[in-house]
């Protein structure tokens, strides 16, 4: 059995620099940080999960979803996230609704 997943991603900074750790805010930022992201992945099952693994009439055989997202760094302390997110999953049988998310996270680091 096979299963394959793929995803692209961007992301970028204004009033700070990118680092592996978080977002550094640059000193003087009067605004602190900004960072635009967007995203795009995806993934398909083989045939060979259904029906022994999974239902074919209500779990999704293949997707494909598209994010945007934007964090603020008020401060190299404190990150506020907001991302939106839509689904469209493809069933090998029957209908399985796409899905639009927003999610908001407010992290401090102390």
């Given at each position: 059995?096979?299963?394959?997943?793929?995803?692209?991603?961007?992301?970028?900074?204004?009033?700070?620099?990118?680092s592996f750790q978080?977002?550094?805010?640059?000193?003087?930022?009067?605004?602190?940080?900004?960072?635009l992201?967007?995203?795009v992945?995806?993934?398909?099952?083989?045939?060979?999960?259904?029906?022994?693994?999974?239902?074919?009439?209500d779990?999704?055989?293949?997707?494909?979803?598209?994010?945007?997202?934007?964090?603020?760094?008020?401060?190299?302390?404190?990150?506020?996230?907001?991302?939106?997110?839509?689904?469209?999953?493809?069933?090998?049988?029957?209908?399985?609704?796409d899905?639009?998310?927003?999610?908001?996270t407010?992290q401090?680091l102390?």
């Amino acid at each position: 059995m096979t299963t394959r997943a793929w995803q692209a991603a961007l992301a970028f900074v204004v009033g700070g620099r990118p680092s592996f750790q978080a977002v550094k805010v640059d000193e003087g930022a009067r605004f602190g940080a900004f960072e635009l992201k967007a995203r795009v992945h995806g993934f398909q099952v083989d045939e060979e999960a259904f029906p022994t693994f999974a239902e074919p009439t209500d779990q999704a055989q293949a997707a494909v979803a598209v994010g945007a997202g934007l964090n603020w760094y008020p401060l190299a302390e404190v990150r506020v996230l907001l991302d939106l997110e839509h689904v469209a999953p493809e069933a090998r049988a029957g209908q399985v609704e796409d899905e639009t998310s927003v999610t908001t996270t407010f992290q401090y680091l102390f």
